[in-house]
């Protein structure tokens, strides 16, 4: 009976989405106020029961229900029990059943949280939150109901993909979709800001926080991401340019021009027909982002199933909520009073450049993307871009933006002049100049990007310190910490990136046990393969040394895992980390003389991408607790103010 | 300057950043899009030598061929009519047997021979490379998706 509580679970969930709709268009229509009231707990209510929902369906996959078409399918009785509960959203109809639960918890939270919103405006956007939700229910509940029954019961299930089977993915995807959901809020709050025409600093002071917690969570969920492939795929690459990865790299790139804006139209009052746009684009780009991974379009690790038909139903979905909400802000941008004003040379000028080169950077994103499978419509060819064209469109707009980055917080509101900015960025500026110099000197294999890139990151990482440049250190607020540390994150990434690419030292061999292979400093020694045993998979282990310089020897093990459920291997990959870098070693394949293959890389400094990636997330994070805290404290004062009157 | 005016720049900005973006990624595209070829499509359509191309068939059997450095691999993509050597150093993935499919990606060099710099097989049971969907080759080709759908 557990499935079928799921499955009414669910049933109620999106009739309370239903209600909550209902109430905000009636309440809007006939302007009855007490409507009104009744919206707040229905969203709550709703959030509750598809959150149940959501985990029956892992308690089912705890307890190996092979009653239940889906466990049988994705899980066996002898995985591990993380695995277990991973599995649950490492198919298709989980991930979808997640993706509306937390959309219906974020619903809630807004339900809960939200004090900042004119009445009005809060219930238009409860009242879209509920439309998209609705959307997402259908499609679960007519299309891929996870809680369909098997019978006859099987014995036992089919496993899951060995790949997926990673403390990776037991975080990956919930991260990162709390972070699509998520922007569904910024979503939300932009068409019932464009519904009450109520667009403006209150208003963007309430979705900001909102904004800054879903891109904290997209930031994370790419740098899992990343590493999970990195150590995951052995390839050695951090990214791939997948389809699948820039889905994920589409929305974050739409959140951080957002976040920024939002901020211009919450300090000045500027931007507000741009940062309604940005809002909608941003979980615009995360729907087409799902679309894209869970329609079978692209085939990857990601595509759990290929089926067309439900690949129309999502399809359709995009056409009614994009279309909708770009139809809306076509009606009503005209209605929108334009902001206040500025100069070019100005904080809102160096924020407006961020996000036209951010926005430059998702259309050619989004061009690479999608243009293999417009190519395929029209015609019988067939193509897939990789790589270097993404490299070698989006790298020097990421360098000109990274540049801006580090002038922006140094500028101020309104108007500024130029000669008063060089003078504050002088030391920046002649850092990276002398990097620069220094680089080219002293370095041989570093390519244009590259040193430009590792040039820059030196100037940035002062530059992102600058403001707190004679300020009272305790008093300076925590979000423009907040912002250094999420900007100087960005100079850390830049670093990682530009030295693994440049600095990777690589070596393939067919290696005897007992050889010796020399990479950079370290000495590696190859002595055995042993067979070693975990829980569903057997798997042969090198037995390798490592030694960098004269320190200490470290054994490492790279694997070929087989796999029994699937009758298929993986190969895991042997990290050796030191402060400077990571040995990183895949074992290949035996010949007939013994031999066996080794790929061995020394990447210099490549975690900086990882911790760069953490600190970005760190800043936004702090941030977003910094506004809230100030938003807190000013509505007590006003609370204040007005007891003493 | 007025409000009208401010608006006026900032759309004009944002469409010379759109169509700066837009023109980038063409000129980009133009050069750097893959194309995906059949070993059939070799020989029609002899792409230039040097050029980045995306190859996909199926490994022939027999023609897996180890060579002395124990990490340069040899074999022959086939797709029913037409066949291709192709030159592979590196470690091969877990799924590259002969009799399945690949993908691989990589350049011809001038005397025919496909250099490919990454391979890519079959991810699992249920997985076929995209491109090698239309081919019809072999039963193990067609997909087995059991008890999913």
Same mark, same amino acid.
């Given at each position: 009976m557990i499935a079928e509580t799921g499955l009414i679970a669910l049933w109620l969930a999106a009739s309370m989405a239903l209600l909550q709709f209902a109430l905000c268009a009636i309440g809007l229509a006939k302007g009855q106020d007490e409507l009104f009231k009744a919206i707040r707990p229905v969203a709550i209510a709703q959030g509750v029961l598809v959150a149940i929902s959501f985990l029956v369906l892992v308690w089912l996959f705890v307890r190996s229900d092979m009653s239940v078409k889906l466990v049988v399918a994705n899980? @066996?009785?002898?995985?591990p029990m993380l695995y277990k509960i991973s599995g649950a959203w490492g198919n298709h109809e989980g991930s979808m059943l997640l993706w509306i639960a937390i959309m219906g918890v974020a619903g809630a939270c807004i339900g809960i949280f939200?004090?900042? &919103?004119k009445a009005k405006t809060l219930v238009a956007t409860l009242g879209a939150q509920a439309f998209i939700s609705i959307g997402f229910y259908a499609y679960l509940l007519?299309?891929?109901? $996870?809680f369909e029954r098997i019978f $006859? @019961? $099987?014995?036992?299930g089919q496993g899951l993909n060995p790949l997926l089977q990673d403390v990776g993915l037991a975080l990956h995807p919930p991260t990162l979709y709390i972070g699509y959901v998520g922007l569904s809020i910024a979503f939300s709050f932009a068409v019932g800001a464009m519904i009450t025409r109520d667009v403006g600093p209150e208003f963007a002071k309430a979705m900001r926080p909102w904004v800054l917690g879903a891109w904290v969570f997209l930031t994370l969920g790419i740098t899992a991401g990343s590493y999970w492939a990195y150590y995951e &795929?052995? =390839?050695?690459? =951090?990214?791939? =340019?997948?389809p699948v990865e820039n889905a994920s790299l589409m929305p974050w790139l739409a959140a951080t021009a957002l976040l920024h804006s939002v901020t211009v139209l919450a300090t000045?009052?500027?931007l507000r027909a741009w940062t309604l746009m940005l809002a909608v684009v941003a979980f615009s780009m995360s729907m087409i982002g799902t679309f894209l991974v869970r329609s079978g379009v692209l085939t990857s690790v990601h595509a759990f199933a290929v089926d067309p038909e439900r690949g129309s139903f999502i399809l359709a979905l995009l056409a009614i909520y994009i279309g909708g909400a770009m139809a809306l802000f076509a009606l009503r941008v005209g209605s929108v009073k334009e902001g206040s004003q500025f100069e070019p040379i100005s904080r809102e000028g160096a924020l407006v450049a961020n996000n036209l080169l951010l926005s430059a950077i998702l259309g050619i994103v989004f061009i690479g993307t999608l243009y293999p499978l417009f190519v395929e419509g029209m015609s019988d060819e067939m193509i897939s871009v990789g790589a270097p064209y993404f490299n070698l469109a989006t790298g020097p707009i990421a360098l000109i933006l990274v540049a801006i980055m580090a002038a922006g917080p140094l500028l101020r509101w309104r108007r500024d002049s130029a000669k008063a900015l060089l003078n504050r960025i002088s030391i920046p500026v002649f850092l990276t100049a002398a990097a620069l110099f220094a680089l080219v000197l002293f370095t041989?294999?570093?390519?244009?990007l590259p040193l430009i890139g590792m040039a820059l990151a030196a100037g940035i990482a002062v530059a992102s310190f600058? $403001? &707190?440049?004679?300020?009272?250190l305790r008093r300076t607020p925590m979000h423009t910490y907040g912002m250094i540390i999420a900007h100087f994150g960005i100079a850390v990434a830049l670093v990682g990136m530009a030295s693994e690419t440049s600095f990777t030292e690589e070596k393939l061999v067919a290696a005897k046990p007992g050889d010796e292979i020399m990479v950079n400093d370290w000495k590696i020694k190859f002595h055995a393969i042993e067979p070693v045993a975990g829980p569903n998979w057997t798997a042969l282990e090198a037995r390798v040394t490592a030694q960098y310089g004269d320190e200490a020897i470290h054994e490492i093990a790279p694997q070929n895992r087989m796999f029994a459920s699937a009758q298929m291997q993986t190969s895991e990959a042997a990290l050796l980390t030191r402060w400077n870098g990571q040995l990183y070693v895949v074992l290949g394949d035996s010949d007939e003389q013994g031999r066996w293959q080794l790929r061995i890389w020394w990447k210099p400094f490549v975690t900086l991408i990882w911790y760069g990636g953490v600190l970005i997330a760190l800043g936004g994070l702090l941030a977003m607790i910094g506004r809230l805290r100030r938003a807190g404290r000013q509505k007590k004062q006003r609370a204040y103010a007005e007891a003493m009157i | 300057m007025k409000a009208k005016h401010q608006r006026l720049t900032l759309a004009v900005l944002a469409l010379v950043a759109l169509v700066g973006a837009g023109l980038l990624a063409t000129f980009a595209l133009r050069d750097q899009a893959n194309y995906f070829y059949t070993p059939s499509d070799i020989v029609e359509k002899?792409?230039?030598?040097g050029k980045a191309i995306r190859l996909g068939g199926m490994v022939e059997e027999g023609s897996i061929r180890h060579e002395e450095d124990g990490v340069t691999v040899n074999f022959i993509v086939h797709d029913g009519t037409a066949k291709q050597a192709v030159m592979y150093t590196g470690i091969t993935p877990d799924?590259?047997?002969?009799?399945s499919g690949v993908v691989a990606d990589g350049k011809l060099t001038s005397d025919g021979m496909f250099v490919a710099d990454n391979l890519l097989a079959?991810?699992?049971?249920?997985?076929?490379?995209r491109e090698l969907e239309g081919i019809d080759m072999t039963g193990n080709m067609t997909k087995t998706d059991t008890l999913v759908e």
């Open positions: 899980s @066996v009785a002898i995985k939200e004090r900042n &919103l007519i299309a891929s109901n $996870p $006859p @019961v $099987p014995a036992d &795929l052995g =390839w050695g690459g =951090w990214w791939f =340019w997948d000045r009052d500027g041989t294999s570093m390519s244009v600058a $403001p &707190l440049w004679k300020r009272n | 002899k792409p230039v030598a799924l590259f047997v002969e009799g079959k991810h699992d049971e249920n997985y076929i490379p």
